[in-house]
């Protein structure tokens, strides 16, 4: 039998080339491009900006968006330091769509659980404006959007007329579950996409950050019922241990991770790579890359 | 708490619309369209052309596309008969990627399970000539390919230039895994995508199929550790209790469905009310779709 795992390995997940010492211009793989990213090259994100959301399985971690969404994170910070989330669960996974969280008994006065001091009512922010953000574009062409690319290392959509932008939903996003009313989300229910992106909720609701480790942990979950995945009993759902800030959590007990910058030269030279593989399994380079199919590394460290 | 997880299951999921009666020129929701479609827009997929992975969780049903990948397919059918696959296992599940499936010990001589009577060597089935086949396209932008849309059931690329046409590796696409030549791959070693389409393997690798029912059977499998998702210990590879065709299984004991043809008016209509979504919901209708957002309508029924 001919096919060997290890070589497998390479040519499917798209992480091992053929390295060549010596040729000076030779191609450079993503992964080799990120590696040799220099320290200025990566963040630390804003522990104010990142929620861990522990689950028996571990911690998911989330960055969030204020520059985006600023009313909802802020009652997602109130939610966070006032334990709204604990003991609650994940009550909705949907094949190639979404696992949802937050309050399973939400519609019931009875049985509700009290929103504490955050707020009931906040406007909708599905998008901002264009002006004081750094946008980096990508050339590529999208059917979603007019131009789109990365902002802050989100990504994002963006139309030059409207002069407005907006955060994409791509795999590991997380948005703010609402109602038909556009404001009728507040942050307390909460989604993260785990299939094939579906942007044509973009611009449609708010979306309030994103998952940057720990995605797995989401994505594994059994599906709920068919077709919207909700569990109809309750034992089903995974429970949320709790949802924290960062900045709450003392300091031993944060995880130590870095993100590539968006408007990096390496991140732009890692997604060229990718646009034009020239390694030794590819026999057609795409000459393309989508908006939701480009990594966003994020590695392990202390700043 | 105003959210309620009724409104948020019709927000999220897309699936319930405001019905008026009465109204004669109101926005039909796609799933409105496909209930409503006429028996000659279903199709029964030949059972020849039925794999069934069956898995301790269950049945995942995938249909061959013959047209695409004759040789492939013959191969595959030959190693379904003589039970290739029986005990054998799932040993790769990345996140946001694919699951791959086959000898884990293939590349080991002394432990590799034979072939059988199925060929060793086989040619490259990437893409294939248009001559001879419908196309239903898709007049939506695509980064990847000069057009797309679908073919049989089968979400395609297609250049018109090269007068060729490919099947695309949307989420649960079933592809052929190889090494780094063209012509390494027999259709022993499988994966399916479970994350964002990743198209840039479009006409690079020989694709065979599609998942076309039990998705969510593969889609949960817990990821191998990562980057590649390979398990290392065999003891947490997910067991094939067998793959067989449909066509050699007992008519009791098959799965009957059928597919909604991808050259019926319900189908255009069903993705026109997708790309333009009207209902309650949506603020701003995307006017786009992507090749791989569209949904491929199964349903359970006798033929």
Redesign the interface.
Known sequence: ???????????????CQPISAGEPARYRSAQEIIDAAPAEAWRTPDPANLLYLELESGRVVIELAPQFAPGHVANIRTLAREHFWDGLSI??S?????V?F???D??D?AK??P?GTAK?KLPAE?HRASAGLRFDRLP?????APQVGFVDGFPVGRDPKAGTTWLAH???TLGA????E?D???G??L?VVD??????L???ITVVGRVIQG??RL?????GPA????YEKPELRTTIKAIKLASEVPEAERTPLQLLRTDSKAFAEATEA?RN?RD?????P?G???L??VPLPVRAGVP
Chains 1, 2 share one sequence.
Do not use: T
Request: charged residues 25%; proline residues 7%; neutral net charge.
């Open positions: 039998m001919s096919l060997r795992p290890a070589l497998l390995a390479c040519a499917l997940a798209l992480l009550y909705r949907q094949d190639n769509f979404v949802q937050g309050d399973p939400g519609d006065p509700a659980r929103l009931k599905f590529d062409a999208d059917g979603w791509c795999y590991g579950g609402r109602s038909n556009a009728s989300s507040i307390a229910e989604y299939g094939q992106s579906p942007r044509q973009d611009d449609n995605m797995e994505s594994v979950i059994p599906r077709p919207m995945g909700f990718r593989r030794d399994f590819y026999k057609r795409a393309h890359i989508d939701c199919n």
